[in-house]
């Protein structure tokens, strides 16, 4: 291959990584609304010591080697405390595969938020835009 042709591939596939990279940014941390209700979570099945919202839960689910999910539950812990009738419970699917596989976690952090019958009204992939969490758990509030 001659020099010119290389160099075209290697912009070529810096091109196609940038624009991987800015698709991914976009969309990692976005409040995706789920219009079936057809899954609802009892939160005390996953952790024990798990208490709902009577309005909204924040559903986190975490790993031990997930360093943004530190964030995440110190910004829904926050969000909670702030935001009355609202809960955040944190579930660590390190060693609970079954979990994993149940709700199609495919990253950590991802979170659900579930309205006061438990039922999945979003899902965030990623560490969550407080602007669009916030603006979620108010839509969910208005409509409990």
């Known amino acids: 291959m001659n020099p010119a042709a290389n160099v075209a591939v290697l912009f070529g596939l810096v091109a196609v990584a ?4 800015l698709v991914w940014r976009a ?39 997930c360093a943004p999910c530190t964030t995440t539950h110190t910004l829904l812990g926050a969000l909670a405390d702030e935001i009355a009738h609202v809960r955040h419970v944190d579930v660590d699917v390190t060693s609970r595969p079954d979990i994993a596989n149940r709700f199609n976690l495919l990253q950590s952090p991802t979170t659900f938020i579930l309205d006061a019958r438990g039922v999945v009204r979003s899902r965030i992939g990623g560490a969550p835009r407080p602007s669009e969490v916030r603006a979620e758990l108010a839509r969910i509030l208005t409509a409990h």
């Open 18 to 21: 940038t624009a991987a990279g």
């Open 27 to 65: 969309s990692t941390g976005r409040v995706r609304t789920i219009s079936s209700t057809d899954t609802v979570i009892a939160v005390s099945e996953l952790s024990a010591e798990a208490v709902a919202g009577s309005g909204a839960t924040l559903l986190q689910f975490s790993t031990k080697v």
